[in-house]
Protein backbone atom coordinates (compact mmCIF):
# COMPACT_ATOMS: atom_id res chain seq x y z
CA UNK A 1 0.00 0.00 0.00
CA UNK A 2 1.17 3.50 -0.72
CA UNK A 3 2.16 5.34 2.10
CA UNK A 4 1.36 9.28 3.07
CA UNK A 5 3.75 11.02 5.76
CA UNK A 6 1.97 14.32 6.13
CA UNK A 7 4.58 16.82 8.29
CA UNK A 8 4.51 18.42 10.71
CA UNK A 9 2.32 16.35 13.49
CA UNK A 10 1.05 19.75 14.65
CA UNK A 11 1.49 23.38 13.57
CA UNK A 12 0.70 26.48 15.88
CA UNK A 13 -0.23 29.41 13.54
CA UNK A 14 -1.08 32.95 14.78
CA UNK A 15 -4.47 34.29 13.37
CA UNK A 16 -3.45 35.63 9.63
CA UNK A 17 -0.42 34.24 9.38
CA UNK A 18 0.22 31.05 7.04
CA UNK A 19 0.93 27.79 7.52
CA UNK A 20 2.44 24.66 5.09
CA UNK A 21 1.66 21.14 5.34
CA UNK A 22 3.56 18.49 3.62
CA UNK A 23 2.44 15.59 2.20
CA UNK A 24 5.00 12.90 0.55
CA UNK A 25 3.97 9.54 -0.94
CA UNK A 26 6.30 6.36 -0.85
CA UNK A 27 5.56 5.99 -4.47
CA UNK A 28 4.72 8.09 -7.68
CA UNK A 29 1.05 9.17 -7.28
CA UNK A 30 0.96 9.98 -11.38
CA UNK A 31 -1.58 7.90 -12.34
CA UNK A 32 -1.53 6.02 -15.54
CA UNK A 33 -4.23 8.24 -17.57
CA UNK A 34 -1.87 11.21 -16.01
CA UNK A 35 -3.61 12.55 -13.71
CA UNK A 36 -2.21 12.78 -10.09
CA UNK A 37 -5.31 12.35 -7.61
CA UNK A 38 -4.03 13.60 -4.31
CA UNK A 39 -7.02 15.28 -2.31
CA UNK A 40 -6.94 17.37 0.69
CA UNK A 41 -9.22 17.50 3.85
CA UNK A 42 -9.89 19.56 6.88
CA UNK A 43 -11.53 17.78 9.77
CA UNK A 44 -12.92 20.26 12.52
CA UNK A 45 -13.90 19.13 15.75
CA UNK A 46 -16.71 17.24 16.21
CA UNK A 47 -17.37 16.99 12.52
CA UNK A 48 -16.60 14.96 9.12
CA UNK A 49 -13.68 15.52 6.57
CA UNK A 50 -14.52 18.19 4.27
CA UNK A 51 -12.88 18.14 0.94
CA UNK A 52 -10.52 21.09 0.37
CA UNK A 53 -8.30 20.68 -2.74
CA UNK A 54 -8.40 17.56 -5.28
CA UNK A 55 -6.47 16.27 -7.68
CA UNK A 56 -3.39 18.34 -6.38
CA UNK A 57 -4.62 21.88 -6.63
CA UNK A 58 -7.71 22.38 -7.69
CA UNK A 59 -10.09 24.17 -4.86
CA UNK A 60 -13.55 22.36 -4.38
CA UNK A 61 -16.78 24.43 -4.64
CA UNK A 62 -17.24 26.70 -1.70
CA UNK A 63 -13.95 26.45 -0.69
CA UNK A 64 -11.22 30.17 -0.16
CA UNK A 65 -8.83 31.03 -2.52
CA UNK A 66 -6.91 31.39 1.12
CA UNK A 67 -6.40 27.56 0.31
CA UNK A 68 -4.03 26.49 -2.24
CA UNK A 69 -2.64 22.79 -3.14
CA UNK A 70 0.73 22.05 -5.10
CA UNK A 71 2.99 19.25 -6.10
CA UNK A 72 4.07 16.41 -8.52
CA UNK A 73 5.43 13.15 -8.33
CA UNK A 74 5.48 11.95 -4.33
CA UNK A 75 5.96 15.18 -2.65
CA UNK A 76 2.56 17.80 -2.54
CA UNK A 77 1.84 20.50 -0.09
CA UNK A 78 -1.10 22.36 1.22
CA UNK A 79 -0.80 26.23 2.28
CA UNK A 80 -3.57 28.32 4.03
CA UNK A 81 -2.49 31.98 4.07
CA UNK A 82 -4.10 34.69 6.36
CA UNK A 83 -5.86 31.73 8.54
CA UNK A 84 -8.96 32.10 10.49
CA UNK A 85 -10.19 30.69 13.26
CA UNK A 86 -12.65 28.00 11.39
CA UNK A 87 -9.37 26.60 9.65
CA UNK A 88 -8.66 25.40 13.04
CA UNK A 89 -8.44 21.22 12.88
CA UNK A 90 -6.79 18.40 11.20
CA UNK A 91 -5.46 18.25 7.58
CA UNK A 92 -5.56 14.94 6.07
CA UNK A 93 -4.19 14.07 2.66
CA UNK A 94 -5.69 11.23 0.90
CA UNK A 95 -4.16 9.05 -2.70
CA UNK A 96 -6.65 7.91 -4.89
CA UNK A 97 -3.87 6.89 -7.40
CA UNK A 98 -3.37 3.64 -6.72
CA UNK A 99 -5.47 0.52 -5.02
CA UNK A 100 -6.21 1.06 -2.03
CA UNK A 101 -6.56 4.54 -1.13
CA UNK A 102 -4.91 5.79 1.62
CA UNK A 103 -4.60 8.44 4.29
CA UNK A 104 -1.83 10.60 5.91
CA UNK A 105 -1.65 10.52 9.21
CA UNK A 106 -2.92 14.14 9.90
CA UNK A 107 -1.47 17.53 10.57
CA UNK A 108 -3.21 19.40 13.84
CA UNK A 109 -3.31 23.19 13.15
CA UNK A 110 -3.59 25.21 16.53
CA UNK A 111 -3.57 28.65 17.17
CA UNK A 112 -0.75 30.09 18.55
CA UNK B 1 -27.79 20.38 -0.68
CA UNK B 2 -25.83 17.00 -0.24
CA UNK B 3 -26.68 15.10 2.92
CA UNK B 4 -25.33 11.65 3.80
CA UNK B 5 -26.96 10.59 7.07
CA UNK B 6 -25.35 7.69 8.37
CA UNK B 7 -27.47 5.05 11.08
CA UNK B 8 -27.32 1.79 12.48
CA UNK B 9 -23.92 1.99 15.07
CA UNK B 10 -23.72 1.45 18.59
CA UNK B 11 -22.30 -1.04 21.20
CA UNK B 12 -21.81 -4.20 19.85
CA UNK B 13 -20.57 -7.61 21.15
CA UNK B 14 -17.42 -9.27 19.67
CA UNK B 15 -18.23 -11.97 17.13
CA UNK B 16 -21.55 -10.43 16.68
CA UNK B 17 -22.81 -8.61 12.95
CA UNK B 18 -23.88 -4.96 12.21
CA UNK B 19 -25.66 -3.32 9.30
CA UNK B 20 -24.77 0.39 9.25
CA UNK B 21 -27.12 2.41 6.45
CA UNK B 22 -26.28 5.46 5.02
CA UNK B 23 -29.26 7.37 3.16
CA UNK B 24 -28.27 10.04 1.03
CA UNK B 25 -30.24 13.08 -0.63
CA UNK B 26 -29.59 16.21 -2.55
CA UNK B 27 -27.86 14.18 -5.77
CA UNK B 28 -29.01 11.36 -7.83
CA UNK B 29 -27.55 8.77 -5.80
CA UNK B 30 -27.76 6.07 -8.83
CA UNK B 31 -25.14 7.94 -10.69
CA UNK B 32 -22.13 7.93 -8.11
CA UNK B 33 -19.78 5.51 -6.84
CA UNK B 34 -20.10 5.05 -2.55
CA UNK B 35 -17.68 4.51 -0.76
CA UNK B 36 -17.16 3.39 3.39
CA UNK B 37 -14.53 4.69 5.14
CA UNK B 38 -13.47 4.38 9.05
CA UNK B 39 -12.12 6.42 11.37
CA UNK B 40 -10.08 4.77 14.84
CA UNK B 41 -10.08 6.32 17.99
CA UNK B 42 -6.36 7.58 17.63
CA UNK B 43 -7.86 9.15 14.70
CA UNK B 44 -6.01 7.41 11.99
CA UNK B 45 -8.86 6.89 8.80
CA UNK B 46 -8.88 3.95 6.97
CA UNK B 47 -11.00 3.04 3.93
CA UNK B 48 -13.06 -0.09 3.70
CA UNK B 49 -14.45 0.03 0.32
CA UNK B 50 -16.24 1.39 -2.53
CA UNK B 51 -19.71 0.34 -5.01
CA UNK B 52 -19.91 1.33 -8.23
CA UNK B 53 -23.08 3.66 -8.90
CA UNK B 54 -25.17 0.68 -10.39
CA UNK B 55 -24.00 -1.88 -7.67
CA UNK B 56 -22.49 -4.12 -10.30
CA UNK B 57 -18.38 -4.26 -8.55
CA UNK B 58 -17.26 -3.42 -5.20
CA UNK B 59 -13.77 -3.23 -4.33
CA UNK B 60 -12.70 -3.87 -0.24
CA UNK B 61 -9.49 -3.34 1.70
CA UNK B 62 -8.17 -6.90 1.89
CA UNK B 63 -7.60 -6.88 5.59
CA UNK B 64 -11.50 -6.63 5.73
CA UNK B 65 -13.10 -8.35 2.13
CA UNK B 66 -13.93 -11.31 3.86
CA UNK B 67 -15.81 -9.43 7.30
CA UNK B 68 -17.47 -6.64 5.46
CA UNK B 69 -20.00 -6.49 2.81
CA UNK B 70 -21.07 -2.99 1.02
CA UNK B 71 -24.01 -3.02 -0.59
CA UNK B 72 -27.12 -0.43 -1.96
CA UNK B 73 -30.48 0.40 -2.59
CA UNK B 74 -30.50 2.89 -5.55
CA UNK B 75 -34.48 3.10 -5.41
CA UNK B 76 -33.96 3.96 -1.83
CA UNK B 77 -30.82 5.88 -2.19
CA UNK B 78 -29.39 4.23 0.23
CA UNK B 79 -26.02 2.67 0.79
CA UNK B 80 -25.28 -0.43 3.38
CA UNK B 81 -22.42 -1.71 5.16
CA UNK B 82 -22.94 -5.11 6.67
CA UNK B 83 -20.29 -6.25 9.13
CA UNK B 84 -19.59 -9.89 10.58
CA UNK B 85 -17.92 -11.01 12.94
CA UNK B 86 -16.84 -7.92 14.59
CA UNK B 87 -13.64 -7.24 16.15
CA UNK B 88 -12.38 -4.51 19.18
CA UNK B 89 -10.26 -3.38 16.29
CA UNK B 90 -13.44 -2.52 14.27
CA UNK B 91 -14.01 0.38 17.06
CA UNK B 92 -14.47 2.97 14.96
CA UNK B 93 -16.24 5.95 13.21
CA UNK B 94 -17.91 5.03 10.35
CA UNK B 95 -18.32 7.26 7.42
CA UNK B 96 -20.42 7.36 4.02
CA UNK B 97 -18.96 9.42 1.19
CA UNK B 98 -20.02 9.57 -2.18
CA UNK B 99 -16.67 9.40 -4.21
CA UNK B 100 -14.57 11.36 -1.58
CA UNK B 101 -16.27 14.61 -1.68
CA UNK B 102 -19.05 15.14 0.28
CA UNK B 103 -18.98 12.79 3.63
CA UNK B 104 -21.65 11.99 6.44
CA UNK B 105 -21.70 13.06 9.71
CA UNK B 106 -20.62 9.20 10.71
CA UNK B 107 -21.83 6.88 12.75
CA UNK B 108 -19.39 5.51 15.97
CA UNK B 109 -19.37 1.28 16.31
CA UNK B 110 -17.62 0.36 19.81
CA UNK B 111 -17.00 -3.41 19.48
CA UNK B 112 -16.92 -4.53 23.70
CA UNK B 113 -17.92 -7.14 25.72
Known amino acids: DVVLTQTPVSLLISLGGQASISCRSSQSLVHSNGNTYLHWYLQKPGQSPQLLIY???NRFSGIPDRFSGSGSGTDFTLKISRVEPEDLGVYYC?????????FGGGTKLELK | EVQLVESGGGLVQPGASLKLSCVASGFTFSDYWMSWVRQTPGKTMEWIGD????????NYAPSLKNRFTISRDNAKSTLYLQMSNVRSEDTATYYC??????WGQGVMVTVSS
Open chain 2, 97 to 102: TRGFDY
Open chain 1, 55 to 57: QVS
Open chain 1, 94 to 102: LQRTHNPPT
Open chain 2, 51 to 58: IKYDGSYT
